[in-house]
């Protein structure tokens, strides 16, 4: 099996609440952040790994796993990150992060998935910079390709795969024939979320997503690595949405420790007016 | 003419409160355009459904009821949207994010080519042209935005529309023919939903919510659930709780999960991750129970209690009980 892992590289999501806006709010400052690769992007690596081998000889890959990311030059160090933990190579579409939208992506990647002809195309459900949660969705309906977002669990059974997905009230199974889009959810690293078609029922993984070794980021240099200009995957560049401002959330004031249970239920009661 | 249409959600044949949401941001978009709205009601129990959607004041509310739409499948459902759309030239087509409006809206939206904002907690109206507000990196910013095309579509975030009321009235019902399903739908197959069957209410619409985090070990539901009982409260989960199988996925509250606003906020055991932070943040008023007094929830609680959380929600749920009683 041949999967595309479109891969963003956001500001470190744990650190989130250390953006700054800057007064009269024209952008959003994320400097002093590390860029990390987003967590669900990561998740879908893995998970393309994980159906690309049997899980107990992880350094054999049956299938290829092409990764690939839009933004600018730097943009190469997750690429080369996802490239380390085995991924078999990597394009990236040359772009600065504003003149990206979730549409323009979606169209872009279109183009591109009709070159690689991937059987599967594997993301993250959103983007936690953005949280926007539209690229799989869009690029689903593009190509006319069926789509299971937000998966928890994928088995692969004989060009198909059977998908678990976290919606409201449950956990709905979609039966869906490649090729596919398939956007990923948290559980989906689980130890008994993914079982390619080699993989022993009974396999355990080890929970998360797994890490390079050292001489496997030393060979990840040597895989090949290629750079698309935007402009050849989509002739329209024009964006739908355009961000004109941005502020912080209200603060919050912290409020009191209170000293036991009938205190707290007193201030509930008398102070809060909640119960 | 500048009417929006809202998608309303229907699931195991019946309404889903969710679409009120879009309902309340309807009217007030459409109070800022100067237009009005329409309802679509799509899905097998559409018609019933309809009658329950007459009384909110839309233009109309079109029905397509169909067997083949027992279950919700993207590539059965959207052309039937893409089509309405289309043949009312609305300006807006608008869902709640709930699963069912995040998991169908983009595909819309590029369908028509349209502009798509997804998540958003405001609108107002500029010159005749909306402005959206959408929470980002966590609900740590606001971005306001527009869209450039003159057809859009949106989704809303149900916990910053409150549910609209009926305003009376009797919109009339109008029969729209199902469209055909995408191509890829040959290619799906639906299997089976696996639903959490639970009488409390559900985490979008309760007044009270308790939720208990990687703490509660096994012991979570015979912890919480007494609590929430007492409380007539909705229950929820961090990401680590629901990882590790304490509480089901359809529990977790946060960015990436369910995003609340109840009244009373009970977090135990919960340490306040930015991510789960991101899903209760607008809670009116958040109570914290956690032994560590360093805890970054205890930031955003109005009222912290430090101490072990076996012995002081029993305790809890006990005094709620008295306090009733
Ligand atoms: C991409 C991504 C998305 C995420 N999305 C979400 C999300 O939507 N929602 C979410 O919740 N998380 C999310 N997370 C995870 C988040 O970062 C945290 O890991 C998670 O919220 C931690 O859960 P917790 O507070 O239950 O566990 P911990 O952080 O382990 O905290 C447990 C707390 O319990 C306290 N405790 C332990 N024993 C007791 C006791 N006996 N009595 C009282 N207190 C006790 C401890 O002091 C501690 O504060 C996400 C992470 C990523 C990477
Ligand atoms: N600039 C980008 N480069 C590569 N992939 C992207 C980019 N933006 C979005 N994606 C993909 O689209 C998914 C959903 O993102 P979003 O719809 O922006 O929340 C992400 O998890 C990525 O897989």
Not at chain 2, 51 to 56: K, M, N, S, T
Request: glycine share 10%; charged share 25%; aromatic share 6%.
């Amino acid at each position: 099996m041949k999967i595309l892992v479109p891969l963003k590289r956001v500001a470190d999501p744990d650190n989130a609440n250390k953006i700054k806006i800057p007064a009269g709010g024209a952008a959003i400052d994320t400097t002093g952040l590390e860029w990390k690769p987003n967590p669900f992007d990561e998740y879908a690596v893995e998970t393309a790994l994980r159906l690309t081998e049997n899980g107990a000889t992880p350094k054999t890959r049956a299938g290829e796993v092409v990764v690939v990311t839009f933004g600018p030059k730097e943009t190469e160090a997750t690429l080369r990150q996802a490239l380390a933990t085995g991924a078999d190579k990597a394009v990236r579409v040359d772009a600065k992060d504003g003149e990206l939208d979730g549409a323009l992506v979606a169209r872009a990647l279109k183009t591109l998935v009709e070159r690689e002809k991937p059987d599967l195309v594997l993301m993250g459900k959103q983007a936690v910079d953005g949280d926007s949660n539209q690229v799989g969705q869009m690029l689903a309906r593009l190509l006319g390709w069926p789509q299971a977002t937000f998966a928890a669990t994928i088995k692969e059974e004989g060009g198909a795969l059977l998908v678990g997905r976290e919606v409201d009230g449950g956990v709905l199974s979609l039966r869906v024939k490649l090729p596919a889009v398939v956007t990923v959810d948290l559980r989906i690293v689980a130890p008994t979320s993914v079982y390619s078609k080699q993989t022993a029922p009974t396999f355990k993984y080890n929970e998360g997503v797994r890490f390079a070794a050292l001489p496997a980021i030393m060979q990840a240099k040597k895989k090949p690595l290629a750079e698309v200009k935007l402009a050849e995957l989509s002739a329209d560049a024009a964006l739908r949405i355009q961000y004109s401002t941005f502020e912080p959330p209200p603060a919050r004031k912290a409020g009191i420790k209170v000293k036991d249970v009938p205190d707290l239920v007193n201030r509930l009661k008398n102070e809060a007016k909640v119960l | 003419m500048a009417d929006i249409l809202v998608v309303a959600e229907i699931s195991d044949g019946s309404l889903k409160k969710t679409t009120h949401s879009a309902i309340a941001f309807a009217r007030e978009a459409a109070k800022g355009l100067g237009g009005g709205f329409s309802i679509l009601a799509l899905g097998q129990g559409a018609r019933a459904a309809a009658q329950e959607l007459a009384g909110f004041g839309a233009k109309s509310v079109l029905v397509t009821d169909d067997a083949s739409l027992a279950n919700y499948v993207a590539e059965r459902f959207e052309n039937t949207v893409i089509e309405a759309a289309k043949q009312g030239g609305y300006a807006v087509v608008v869902a709640t994010a709930s699963s069912f409006g995040k998991d169908l809206m983009p595909r819309v939206a590029v369908a028509l080519d349209a502009g798509f904002a997804s998540d958003i907690a405001a609108v107002k109206a500029e010159g005749g042209k909306l402005v959206y507000k959408r929470p980002m990196f966590a609900g740590n910013a606001y971005g306001y935005c527009t869209l450039t095309t003159s057809v859009q579509v949106v989704t809303v975030r149900q916990s910053e529309f409150a549910p609209a009321e009926p305003s009376g009235g009797s919109s009339p019902a109008q029969d729209f023919p199902l469209a055909p399903p995408s191509p890829g739908a040959e290619r799906v197959e639906f299997v089976s939903f696996d639903q959490v069957k639970s009488s409390r209410p559900s985490l979008g619409e309760a007044k009270v919510v308790v939720s208990g985090g990687r703490a509660l070990k096994e012991r979570f539901n015979e912890i919480i659930e007494p609590l929430a009982d007492s409380l007539g409260a909705a229950i929820g989960a961090s990401r680590a709780a629901c990882d590790a199988g304490y509480a089901p996925s359809d529990y977790q509250v946060g960015q990436t999960g369910k995003i609340v606003a109840p009244r009373l906020y009970v977090a135990a055991g919960i340490s306040g991750a930015i991510q789960h932070l991101a899903g209760m943040k607008g809670s009116k008023v958040i109570v914290a129970i956690n032994k560590d007094p360093d805890a970054p929830i205890f930031q955003v609680a109005d009222y912290g209690l430090v101490g072990d959380l076996f012995q002081i929600v029993p305790e809890l749920t006990q005094a709620v009980r008295a306090n009733k009683g």
